[in-house]
């Protein structure tokens, strides 16, 4: 049987709605400075079917047709995804909730999933120095990742990052730098080095090859499921890559009519550090900086 075309096209900005063919490794729009998505051909998607899905390939990766990559390509990939859907006993009167227990990924977080997508489209482009913003758990994987790809790798972390997570960047071959302030502080020095030095700038929100990764997670679930979606699904949001990629996913199994509703989903924020929650609830469409509670 001959095998459906991949369905990635391009990038389009969220803001200008322009179109790239996207054969440069851009990050935000160059036109706009909006942030850029990945669009996919939904009707390409749809000759796939489920029953497509290569059962043997243990990772994110069985999912290669949702995701913004070229025919053919070979992942840069340690197994990352394919994680246990657990049922949660420890609350009795709650019934049917279940975790995605994503520990099980290489470095242990859900990080993986996008910097395996994003070292493989950006070693396809031919990026050979990249940097990122990191709070720890992205710096290690994009390290792992990057490591694998013969890509020279940059991590910028706040001054009081986790230092497990700083030391395993380390060993994992990339160059760490701690920067004093928060993470938007290490988020301008890791623009500031992209520019300085022409790596390209993996951070959240800058790179449009992240998310995409992230909403593997929807697809698992859905999958893990009998192809049921849930009705809510509760994310830990920091950047909201997850959320928006998660998002995205449950959108495209909707129209392609996998899944027969959408689920709510809804960010949760700890008290000590809510800027997204906190955003949501004064109505703001843009999240200002975090100073702490109450400011
Ligand atoms: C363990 C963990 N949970 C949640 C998040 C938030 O991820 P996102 O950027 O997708 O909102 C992060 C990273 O920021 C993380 O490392
Ligand atoms: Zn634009």
């Not at 054969?23 to 706009?32: F, V």
């Not at 913003?133 to 792992?144: K, R, T, V």
């Not at 395993?168 to 030095?197: C, D, H, M, P």
Request: hydrophobic share 35%; net charge positive; glycine share 10%.
């Amino acid at each position: 049987m001959k095998r459906p075309m991949q369905p990635y096209t391009g990038l389009q900005c969220t803001q200008c709605h322009r179109f790239f063919p996207e054969e440069a490794p851009l990050g935000k729009c160059p036109k706009c400075q909006g942030l850029l998505d990945t669009l996919l051909d939904e009707t390409a998607l749809s000759h796939y079917s489920k029953r497509q899905l290569e059962n043997d390939t243990r990772s994110m990766w069985k999912f290669h047709m949702f995701l913004p990559v070229k025919a053919g390509t070979i992942p840069v990939t340690a197994g990352e995804g394919d994680t246990p859907l657990r049922p949660v006993k420890s609350f009795p009167h709650l019934r049917n909730i279940w975790v995605k227990d994503e520990t099980r990924n290489p470095t242990g977080t859900f990080k993986d999933r996008g910097a395996s997508l994003a070292v493989t489209r950006l070693s396809q482009l031919k990026i050979r120095k990249l940097v990122l913003a990191s709070e720890g758990n992205a710096g290690c994987s994009f390290a792992l990742y990057s490591q694998m790809a013969g890509i020279r790798c940059h991590v910028y972390l706040p001054s009081d990052a986790n230092n497990a997570k700083v030391e395993l960047s380390k060993k994992l071959g990339a160059q760490v730098t701690k920067v004093k302030g928060t993470i938007s502080e290490a988020g301008r020095y890791a623009a500031n080095a992209a520019e300085k030095t022409g790596a390209y700038n993996a951070s959240t929100f800058v790179t449009p090859f992240r998310h995409d990764g992230k909403g593997t997670m929807a697809l698992e679930i859905c999958e893990q499921r009998g192809w049921e979606s849930p009705d809510c699904v509760v994310y830990p949001v920091g950047g909201g890559v997850g959320l928006v990629g998660m998002w995205k996913m449950f959108k495209i199994l909707y129209s392609l009519g996998w899944i027969r509703k959408r689920p709510r989903i809804i960010a949760v924020q700890p008290t000590g550090c809510a800027p997204v929650v906190d955003a949501y609830n004064k109505g703001r469409m843009e999240v200002p900086e975090w100073l702490g509670p109450g400011f």
